[in-house]
Structure formats: C-alpha cells, structure tokens
C-alpha cells in the first residue's frame, strides 16, 4: 500500500525567498508522481506531471525533481509570492495500471509580503 | 474546452436524507474517479468508474454509497440516509485513458454539510 508523507505541514515565508517541499513515499513502482495547487474552498490545479521516466519537470517557477530509488520528489517554488499561498498536495497512481491516486498530506505555504 | 464540472457546489442536507452529487468529465475522457476531503484531512481515493462500468470501489463506504457513470449523462455519487460524518468535500477527476502517463483533471468539488 503507497503511503506519501509531505514534509513541512505547513511552510510560513517572506516574499521572494526561493522555497523547497518535500513529498516522500513507499512504494517506488509508480507510473507518475504529480503535483497540485489546492486554494481555500477550491479545486485542485495540476501544476506539473513527472513520469517515471524522467528526473525533473519545470513549469515557469516551478520545478519538480523526481528519485524513485530514494522514494522522493521536491518541488522548488523560485521567488515565491503572495499568490502562492495555497497547499501543496504531492499525489501518486498506485500499481495496476490505472490512476488510483494516493495524495500526500500537504503543505500548506503562507507567503507574506 | 470545458474543464470537469460539478455540480452542486455546495449542498445542504438533514440527517437520513439523500444526497446526489454530480460529475461531468472534460470532453473526451472516458475515465472518472471520486474522491472524499473529510475536514482538516486529506483526499482519499473512493471509487474508480468507465462509462457504465465500476472498476475500483475500494475506497466507498460499505453501506449508503454508491456511484454511476452511465452512458449518457453525468457520473452520479449517492449517499443514502446521510449522516453527520457525511460532510465533506466530494471531488471528481477524468482522464481521458486509465494509464498512468495522463494527468487527472480534477473539479472544483461539492461541499456536502449535514445538518
């Protein structure tokens, strides 16, 4: 069974500072690993999809990193700002084939300005 | 090009009522999952469907709930006589195959309160 930790729960920063979330998980079979944007109240957004394959993805000032022996992804958010504050949620597909999805636990980000 | 709508957005019932949420994938996604946000917790996978098929139910409840995607028409979410635990938000996402290698399209959600 995947489990997916996110480390830290919750992530207070001044305005421009360069930041980094963690997402760990257990079980390195994956097909994918993604990250999303989850605003009060909202939906989820997707911001950025690894394959397997790959080692990293970046989307204008983001950047997902990917190690599967290691178990980890990183998502590095460059000179962060007020609209960034949100939860960051890491989520992976579980084994069979198909997209059974197994969120992490979230970070919630509160940039100040 | 129309993302996944839901529908209501929020919905209010009484203890022992029904409570039918609503999920119209993109266009061209033939794939649907639901998933539950129970208050300060994060999102738990509850079922997986294709059009008129019930692939992984894993995640419902045994009792009360229950889901369809039929051939036309949205894919439906009922929960019967509600109870307070009940409240959450009920977010449905499509993909347009069920492999791995295509992102999920996830709605903005139906917060469900029980009274």
């Known amino acids: 069974k995947q489990e997916v930790t996110q480390i830290p729960a919750a992530l207070s920063v001044p305005e421009g500072e360069n930041l980094v979330l963690n997402c760990s998980f257990t079980d390195s079979a994956i097909y994918n690993l993604q990250w999303f944007r989850q605003d009060p109240g909202k939906g989820l957004t997707s911001l950025l999809l690894i394959q397997s394959s790959q080692r990293e993805q970046t989307s204008g000032r983001l950047n997902a990193s990917l190690d599967k022996s290691s178990g980890r992804s990183t998502l590095y958010i460059a000179a962060s700002q007020p609209g960034d504050s949100a939860t960051y949620l890491c989520?992976?597909?579980?084994?069979?084939?198909?997209?059974?999805?197994?969120f992490g636990t979230g970070t919630k980000l509160q940039v100040i300005p | 090009n129309a993302g996944v709508m839901q529908n209501p957005r929020h919905l209010v019932r009484r203890r022992g009522q029904e409570a039918r949420l609503r999920c119209s994938p993109m266009k061209g996604h033939s794939h649907v999952y639901w998933y539950r946000q129970l208050p300060e917790e994060g999102l738990k996978f509850m079922v997986y469907l294709q059009k008129e098929n019930i692939i992984d139910e894993s995640g419902m409840p045994k009792e009360r709930f229950s889901a369809e995607f039929p051939k036309e028409g949205p894919s439906i979410l009922r929960i019967q006589q509600v109870v307070r635990g009940d409240s959450a938000a009920y977010f449905c996402?499509?993909?347009?195959?069920?492999?791995?290698?295509?992102?999920?399209?996830f709605g903005d959600g139906t917060r469900l309160s029980i009274l």
């Open positions: 989520a992976l597909p579980g084994s069979g084939g198909y997209q059974k999805v197994t």
């Open positions: 996402a499509s993909s347009p195959t069920g492999t791995g290698d295509q992102p999920q399209h």
